[in-house]
């Protein structure tokens, strides 16, 4: 088992940075690859970003490409999700999330077998 706790999410103003963090408890963390997934009112919940066991492989969507980095401590046992030049549209609840799987390929929702509560992101343009 493995327990996802995140914290960092607020209410910005569009073009700030915001980072989230995932403190995770319980089995290693660096078995895990990390995702971060969000979902707004009204929508399904979407693929953010992901990084593999040791943080050597990322992927995006493009929708935060160039714009969001996610990182790891896997000494810390915390991952990141740093967010610069937030949009409105970039509003959610943002939930990460841990799989077995190695992350060195795309991983799909299907794939993470622990979540986070969630953190709400409000961006105000």
């Known amino acids: 088992q493995v327990q996802l706790v995140e914290s960092g999410g607020g209410l910005v103003q569009a073009g700030a940075s915001l980072t989230l963090s995932c403190t995770a408890s319980?089995?290693?963390?660096?078995?895990?690859?990390v995702g971060w997934f969000r979902q707004a009112p009204g929508k399904e919940r979407e693929f953010v970003a992901q990084?593999?066991?040791?943080?050597?492989?990322?992927y995006y969507a493009d929708s935060v490409k160039g714009r969001f980095t996610i990182s790891r401590d896997n000494d810390k046992n915390t991952a990141y999700l740093q967010m610069n030049s937030l949009e409105s549209e970039d509003t959610a609840v943002y939930y990460c999330?841990?799989?077995?799987?190695?992350?060195?390929?795309?991983?799909?929702?299907?794939?993470?077998?622990?979540w986070g509560q969630g953190t709400q992101v409000t961006v105000s343009s």
């Open positions: 319980g089995r290693t963390f660096s078995s895990y690859s």
């Open positions: 999330a841990a799989s077995p799987r190695g992350g060195t390929i795309q991983l799909f929702g299907i794939d993470f077998d622990y």
């Open positions: 990084t593999s066991r040791t943080g050597k492989t990322s």
